[in-house]
């Protein structure tokens, strides 16, 4: 028996009708029921989930504000997209634009929208593009028929500017020259060529060499513009670039190197192939190292106003003089370091002014920030000893202050220990009777102290010691030669100490002692080399 279900001969009958086709009493035919699934019969709210498509209208206006801003930005974008997909239609838009402003009588703008501009721009888009070229010719062509124009109706300074553009527009040489003489005859003979050079003959002979309009110089070179072959006027150029520099010379063995400087550098740019010329640059150079030379050695002796004076006349003598700049830092310094002594001795408005002299020099001078701090610090300690206090309870408190400053001296606490040293506690009676004799004559007894303690500690190499005992030897015994003398050696020292530290790498260190070895003597002796080995070497790191 075959397991194959047989095939039924009608298969159009309906469902559970009677295989015959015979059909039922009432003509209804009645499905049977068959295989089911339990799902049919499941309620409601356990059936699978059929997705539900609803109608949601935003989604199409999103969808064409979305198509809206695309196509915005293709019509803002157009140009550029253009340039950049067929630059040739970019240069054949600016040939069009340029051949329009051509015939507006636009030939050049600041703009860029001038047909010399645009057909330049054509041209570097397309370097092989004849048109662009034909058209900066058809321009340099246009500029010389309204230079042309010009000249006839007298407007001479834009004739000028025409005959310039038309240079530039590679126009034929010898139309641009014709043109351009026939201007200059033409502004000779309206300008009175003779009445200027008369009036320049008569300026000469006055001594009104330069300085305005009237006067030589001027006069001849305006004749010179107009015709630049005038014998008359080459000739009296000459004589009187010549008094210039006699009068320079005159100035430079007066001493008077800005002015001297002034007058021949006024030769040089009249012309820089007068004959005398290089003499006089060789003159004005030789002085300005004398002056500078000068300088340096008032600034080692302490005279600041000379050394201040000498820096500034080499400058102008030699404005690129790097030298005479780093002598002016040196005098700014040594300004800021006499601010400082000022403020050790409570002296706060002569400190305040060498602060305002060395400020007005150069606020760049590393010393100006260290004699800040120091004069801040003095106030400060004389507001804590109470100088206002009144005069009977501050002469008590300085009477005690001595007492204790002589017993510290007895034990040997000349400098140290900090606050209870005989230094400290002079300092403090000095903070509140800085013109006490018996105060001053205190300080004087500790001096030799000082000295003693900055020898021993610079022969041991304890240099931040020394520099201390530096400071308070400053404080006792002003400034002095013997002074400057030991802040020289100790800057030495600092300079030997920090070319140790840059032979071992050690940068950090080794600028350490350059700024130390700076603030006592900005001009020590290979100061200047071993700052420049140091910034080569931090440069290279």
């Known amino acids: 028996m075959s397991s194959t279900t047989p095939r039924d001969p009608n298969p159009d009958r309906i469902p559970g009708a009677p295989s ?44 064409m504000l979305a198509l809206g801003a695309v196509g915005a930005g293709l019509f803002v974008l157009r140009q550029p997209l253009s340039d950049l997909l067929w630059p040739e239609t970019r240069a054949q838009q600016l040939q069009v634009d340029a051949a329009r402003a051509l015939a507006q009588g636009r030939l050049t703008s600041p703009d860029g929208r001038g047909a010399r501009e645009l057909y330049a721009a054509a041209l570097a888009l397309d370097p092989d593009r004849n048109e662009a070229r034909q058209g900066l010719a058809k321009v340099g062509a246009a500029a010389l028929v309204r230079a042309e124009a010009a000249i006839r109706a007298r407007q001479y300074p834009q004739a000028h500017t025409l005959i310039a553009l038309a240079r530039e527009m590679a126009v034929p040489r010898a139309k641009v020259e014709a043109l351009e003489q026939q201007l200059r005859a033409r502004e000779s003979a309206e300008a009175g060529i003779d009445t200027l050079l008369a009036q320049a003959a008569a300026a000469r002979l006055a001594g009104q060499l330069d300085g305005a309009e009237h006067t030589a110089l001027p006069l001849y070179q305006r004749v010179l513009a107009l015709q630049p072959n005038r014998t008359e006027a080459l000739e009296g150029r000459e004589d009187t670039l010549a008094d210039l ?62 050394a201040l004076n000498g820096y500034l006349a080499a400058l102008a003598a030699m404005p690129e003089d790097g030298a005479a700049e780093r002598g002016l830092l040196h005098v700014a310094n040594a300004y800021a370091e006499r601010s400082e002594r000022y403020a050790a001795d409570f002296r706060f408005d002569e400190a305040e002014a060498a602060l305002r002299d060395a400020r007005a020099i150069s606020l760049q001078a590393p010393g100006i920030a260290q004699a800040e701090q120091r004069l801040t610090q003095a106030r400060q300690t004389q507001q804590r000893y109470g100088q206002r206090e009144p005069s009977a309870q501050r002469k008590r408190r300085v009477d005690q202050l001595l007492t204790d400053a002589t017993q510290a001296e007895g034990r040997g606490d000349l400098l140290t220990p900090p606050g209870e040293s005989a230094f400290d506690k002079l300092r403090a009676a000095q903070a509140l009777a800085p013109q006490d004799p018996r105060v001053r004559g205190a300080m004087a007894r500790l001096l030799p102290a000082a000295r003693r303690c900055f020898e021993e500690e610079l022969r041991g190499n304890r240099l931040r010691r020394a520099r201390e005992c530096l400071d308070a030897r400053a404080a006792l015994e002003g400034e002095s030669a013997a002074l400057r003398e030991a802040r020289r050696r100790l800057a030495q020292r600092w300079i030997a100490v920090g070319d140790e530290r840059l032979g071992a790498g050690e940068l950090t260190a080794a600028q350490a002692a350059l700024s130390a070895a700076r603030e006592l003597d900005p001009q020590a002796i290979g100061l200047g080399e071993f700052a420049d080995r140091l910034r080569a070497a931090s440069a290279a790191n």
Not at 25 to 35: D, I, K, Y
């Open 20 to 63: 015959d086709g015979a059909v039922p009493p009432g003509g209804r035919v009645e499905p049977t029921l068959g295989a089911w699934d339990p799902a049919d019969f499941q309620p409601a709210s356990r059936r699978p989930a059929v997705p539900v498509v609803r109608n949601r209208p935003w989604a199409w206006l999103v969808a």
């Open 245 to 306: 520099l006699q009068l320079a010379r005159t100035s430079l063995a007066r001493g008077e190197l800005a002015e001297a400087s002034a007058r021949i550098r006024r030769v040089q740019s009249a012309d820089a192939g007068h004959v005398d010329l290089p003499d006089a640059l060789a003159q004005l150079s030789r002085a300005g190292e004398q002056r500078r030379t000068q300088a340096d050695a008032d600034l080692r002796r302490g005279r600041l106003d000379d």
